[in-house]
Nanobody, 127 residues
Framework: QVQLVESGGGLVQAGGSLRLSCAASGRTFSSYSLSWFRQAPGKEREFVAVILGIGGTTYYVESVKGRFTISRDNVKNTVFLQMSKLKPEDTAVYYC????????????????????WGQGTQVTVSS
């Protein structure tokens, strides 16, 4: 069983930056693909970014490209989301998610492609 714990959310003005962290338990962390999703009030949870377990390739939703960076530290079992140039529309609860290679054939943008989820951290961007 893997447990994911997010931190780093908060209130920031538009144009500002935040760095989210997600600490994971588990001995095979380095093989997991790790993602960030977000969910705004009244909206479905949406994919934000992924860093694949094999090769470390990253992908982003179009709306955050050039502003957000996902990275991982396999020694500390932590995945990060560096967010800059934040906009009010980035306001949401941000969740990290992890999956093993058994789910590799599933679309990494889909919520059912992940075994494990964190509890979420609130990010609020004021205008």
């Amino acid at each position: 069983q893997v447990q994911l714990v997010e931190s780093g959310g908060g209130l920031v003005q538009a144009g500002g930056s935040l760095r989210l962290s997600c600490a994971a338990s588990g001995r095979t962390f380095s093989s997991y693909s790790l993602s960030w999703f977000r969910q705004a009030p009244g909206k479905e949870r949406e994919f934000v970014a992924v860093i694949l377990g094999i090769g470390g390739t990253t992908y982003y939703v179009e709306s955050v490209k050039g502003r957000f960076t996902i990275s991982r530290d396999n020694v500390k079992n932590t995945v990060f989301l560096q967010m800059s140039k934040l906009k009010p529309e980035d306001t949401a609860v941000y969740y990290c998610a992890a999956r093993t290679q058994t789910y590799a054939p599933r679309d990494y943008r889909a919520t059912d492609a992940y075994h494990y989820w964190g509890q979420g951290t609130q990010v609020t961007v004021s205008s």
